[in-house]
């Protein structure tokens, strides 16, 4: 008995806390979404789209999503080759390029607003260096597509090294059988790319796909620090409405809309990186 | 069980103990000062070293700051218990004003009759109940701050101290041409507070009114008088909370802000900078005085203390360690000492000429909203957003957001506050 219960025993901490701290929020959320003093209503949805800012939030939460998850996709699948291939040092220059994993959001949006703002360290070297004649203002309301870029570079380079590490772990996972077998075929390292090692690592990227894609739908205070109120999205608009316009009920109803796209994300994911059953390792 | 569970599942029980009692009830003699005011961690200390310290109570006063989030959910959570540790709560008017007047105690028992504290301030702390909700703490307002560098771009004839709107643009004009980049700046980033530049100081300017004439043609004269400011205002203003900064680091020249979130421009370096009134419109001088007040919850753990914390709190000398300490100027009847801060000193003129012109015309901070305050701010900053950054059609603007104005006027059922004239129901939008 003591035998069986023991994994029981031991995952029950981690399941109260989840189910107390995630899973009642959750359903309470969802309930907040749909009420409006205690009535059962679609006004809280029909209140977020009426408003002015929901378009501009939901398209800017997807662009931004769009833009920043294939680059780091890419960005991480040529620093994994990169790694991997190296026989000495390896784990140092992982450790420095994961370097970003330990910084809050927060911070991140504000190290890039520091270089970025009129005074920031970018205005200060082009005026030392003659560039410019005098420190302008980048980040403005006057281009959107500046302030979208500013974001997207910060959290690409903020979050990219979570997409690397799982990468890097499926990478090491691939036999080296196959490699040696395409090489005997005359394969080259392109093709071998392309034939091993893309097929090879569908887990890992679904993992990291899945992963990244919520957390961009999640992005929040990078975009408040280095954008202000001048790029709308969804996380942002669950905050406005919560605490500054003191409306749980439109509040939630954002907040499940980011939960239907990410969960609408997680299902497309399995779907397209599905292994066949007879392939799995 | 083996003994290794047994260990597991205490060393576990015992984990969730000690993170209960972590965030459980402070000591009990201890007071929990829960305030959305003084927030910066300087203020914060100051708080608690120069105001706070003095109390002769039967512990120490935990001061602690809040965000406006955390703030209201946690005393929401009180609330909803019954049960509470905030032994008293310091916040601005508009808060109090959604707690609830049933979940604040009556203050009337202390007595405060000597101090002069204004009725119209004493008036707002009743929440318009008939009892003392909150007692009126301190108080501030808007003014206008100037880089020395800025006053020979003033445009010929313009007097600093009695402006007009028009010379304001003419003023921030001639910076922006004569300097190559726009040098006034409002702070209408996200934590800025821009709709108090739009309730209580443009639309009583050119309408004597705040909600009623919203869409009134003169409201949209406003507008357009606005944009021309727009023009040639800093594009980075979306991005300004406290104007202290940009003037500091002289991105801007020329700002509106709270006396609160000017001053560490005037105390870092007093004579580079100048405080003024605000300009004044074809309808006079609007302003808007802030008041904030510091009031008991029912929940309160010992409501004696509390008190008496309240009454301290209102004594000449503490409002004058307060004064120091958050740049919030007294409520009670006080003589300020000469050796105050540069700010002090600065706004206090500036104060006292703005409200004291003879053109004067405050806007008053919005009464009996309850909770729907952020909606009805939310009007403002979203017509300013809709006009100015998004370039949508001044009218079509002005109609659709009178439209929510009007909902949520009607849902809180708030009668017009000054400027505008009283009204019997809800304070109408025409």
């Known amino acids: 008995m003591q035998a069986r219960s023991l994994p029981y025993l031991l995952l029950a901490p981690a399941s109260v806390f989840l189910v107390v701290f995630f899973l009642y929020p959750a359903i309470d959320v969802a309930i907040q979404a749909f009420t409006v003093e205690g009535e059962w209503t679609w006004a809280n949805f029909g209140d977020m789209v009426d408003h002015w800012k929901f378009e501009s939030a939901l398209w800017n939460t997807l662009l931004l999503a769009a833009i920043v998850v294939p680059l780091q996709i890419a960005l991480s699948l040529f620093m994994a080759t990169m790694v991997t291939k190296m026989k000495r040092g390896r784990d140092l220059i992982l450790y420095i390029w994961t370097i970003p994993l330990g910084i809050s959001d927060l911070a991140a949006g504000i190290i890039w607003l520091a270089i970025l703002e009129q005074n920031g360290f970018l205005n200060s070297a082009l005026f030392g260096l003659g560039i410019i004649d005098s420190p302008t203002t980048i980040l403005s309301y006057q281009n959107p597509w500046v302030l979208l870029i500013a974001v997207a570079i910060a959290e690409i380079w903020r979050s990219t090294a979570i997409v690397l590490v799982i990468l890097v772990a499926g990478m090491g996972l691939i036999p080296k059988e196959y490699y040696e077998a395409a090489e005997v075929f005359g394969a080259g390292p392109w093709k071998r790319f392309v034939r091993i090692t893309l097929p090879m690592m569908r887990p890992s990227l679904q993992t990291a796909l899945i992963l990244r894609t919520i957390l961009a739908f999640e992005v929040f205070a990078v975009v408040i620090a280095l954008a202000g109120t001048n790029m709308p999205i969804l996380m942002g608009e669950v905050y406005e409405w919560e605490f500054r316009l003191r409306d749980s009920g439109v509040a939630s109803a954002y907040a499940l809309v980011v939960l239907g796209i990410s969960i609408a994300f997680t299902i497309f994911f399995l779907w397209a990186l599905r292994v066949p059953k007879g392939a799995r390792v | ?430």
């Open chain 2, 1 to 430: 069980m083996t003994r290794l569970t047994k260990t597991l599942l205490l060393a576990s029980g015992a984990a969730l103990l000690t993170t209960g009692f972590a965030t459980a009830p402070v000591m009990a003699q201890e007071i929990l000062f829960w305030s959305t005011q003084a927030r910066p961690v300087e203020e914060a200390q100051a708080m608690r070293d120069d105001v706070l310290a003095g109390f002769d109570g039967p512990g120490e006063v935990d001061y602690s700051p809040q965000d406006g989030g955390p703030f209201i959910t946690r005393l929401e959570a009180e609330f909803t218990t019954g049960e509470g540790t905030i032994g008293l709560i310091g916040a601005l008017h508009g808060d109090f004003s959604a707690l609830g007047n049933d979940n604040l105690m009556d203050l009337s028992g202390i007595d405060v009759s000597s101090l002069g504290i204004s009725p119209a301030l004493l008036e707002l702390g009743q929440l318009g109940s008939g009892e003392q909700l909150y007692m009126p703490w301190m108080q501030a307002t808007y003014i206008m701050a100037a880089n020395r560098e800025a006053l020979p771009y003033l445009p010929d004839g313009a007097d600093i101290n009695a402006l007009t709107y028009d010379q304001l643009i003419q003023w921030a004009t001639n910076m922006a041409e004569e300097t190559g980049s726009p040098k006034f700046g409002i702070p209408a980033g996200p934590s800025g507070l821009k709709h108090r530049f739009f309730q209580g100081y443009l639309y009583p300017s050119f309408t004597d009114s705040m909600v009623t004439e919203f869409r009134s043609d003169a409201a949209e004269d406003m507008w357009e008088t606005f944009m021309e400011l727009w023009a040639v205002t800093s594009p980075a203003s979306p991005s300004y909370n406290f104007m202290q900064e940009p003037l500091l680091t002289g991105e801007v020249w020329v700002a509106f802000d709270h006396t609160a979130r000017l001053a560490e421009a005037f105390n870092q370096r007093p004579e580079d900078f100048v405080a003024f009134p605000a300009p004044a419109g074809p309808t006079g001088r609007g302003f808007m005085p802030v008041l904030a007040g510091v009031g008991v919850p029912v929940t309160a753990p010992d409501q004696d203390v509390s008190m008496d914390l309240t009454s301290y709190l209102m004594e000449p000398d503490t409002q004058i360690a307060t004064l120091r300490a958050t740049n919030f100027f007294p409520v009670v009847d006080v003589e300020l000492p000469a050796e105050m801060p540069a700010s002090v000193r600065a706004s206090s003129a500036a104060v006292a000429a703005q409200s004291a012109s003879a053109d004067a015309n405050p806007g008053l901070l919005p009464v009996g909203l309850g909770d729907l305050g952020g909606q009805f701010n939310a009007v403002y900053v979203d017509t300013f957003e809709r006009i100015a950054l998004a370039g949508q059609d001044i009218r079509t603007v002005l109609d659709d957001q009178a439209e929510t104005l009007r909902e949520i006027m009607e849902e809180a059922g708030a009668p017009c506050w000054a400027p505008d004239p009283a009204s019997d129901g809800p304070c109408p939008v025409n």
